[in-house]
Nanobody, 126 residues
Framework: QVQLVESGGGLVQAGDSLRLACAAS????????MGWFRQAPGKERAFVAA????????RYADSVKGRFTISRDNAKNTVYLQSNTLKPDDTAVYYC???????????????????WGQGTQVPVSS
């Protein structure tokens, strides 16, 4: 069983940067693909970014490509989401997720991630 705890959220202004972290416990962290998803008010939860166990393969939603960067530190069992040039449309609850044996074609599917954190809120004011 894998437990995930997100941190780093909070109120920011448009144009600001923020780094979210997700600490994992249980399991072998380096064997898990890690994903970030977000749920904006009144909308479905959506894919943001994902990274392979080694960190060598990443994928991003078009809406964040060039502004957000996903990374991981396997020695610290932690995955990060560096978010730059934040926009009000980035306002959401951000969740991290973990899964193993994920085909890289399906990084963006929520259903392939069995483990989820509780989420951290990121309100972006204009």
């Amino acid at each position: 069983q894998v437990q995930l705890v997100e941190s780093g959220g909070g109120l920011v202004q448009a144009g600001d940067s923020l780094r979210l972290a997700c600490a994992a416990s249980g399991g072998t962290f380096s064997s898990y693909y890690m994903g970030w998803f977000r749920q904006a008010p009144g909308k479905e939860r959506a894919f943001v970014a994902a990274i392979s166990g080694s960190g060598g393969n990443t994928r991003y939603a078009d809406s964040v490509k060039g502004r957000f960067t996903i990374s991981r530190d396997n020695a610290k069992n932690t995955v990060y989401l560096q978010s730059n040039t934040l926009k009000p449309d980035d306002t959401a609850v951000y969740y991290c997720a973990a899964g193993d044996s994920i085909d890289s074609r399906f990084y963006h599917w929520q259903s392939v991630y069995p483990y989820w954190g509780q989420g951290t809120q990121v309100p972006v004011s204009s």
